[in-house]
């Protein structure tokens, strides 16, 4: 009888990327993660152009990412 895998990947994985998971898409994400912005706070320190230019980010995802920033009180840097 084979072996089931599921288990052994879930003792394996690590939860990487869980930084506004359900409100951008992953790309996004991932650029971010790229940058080492895990959290609003550090989101915080960069401005709106700054973040524009992270692959993966464009109008859609950036009109997400500001509505959930605004409804956490928390918004770019200013230029």
Do not use: W
Request: glycine share 6%; aromatic share 6%.
């Amino acid at each position: 009888m084979a072996k089931c895998l599921s288990s052994i990947c879930a003792v394996n994985h690590v939860a990487k990327g869980v930084f506004l998971q359900g409100v951008i898409a992953m790309p996004a994400r991932k650029a971010l993660e790229r940058e080492k912005i895990d959290s609003l706070e550090k989101l915080c320190g960069y401005s709106e152009k700054e973040i524009m230019q992270l692959h993966g980010f464009g109008k859609n995802t950036m009109q997400k990412l500001k509505i959930y920033m605004n409804e956490n009180h928390v918004s770019f840097k200013n230029t």
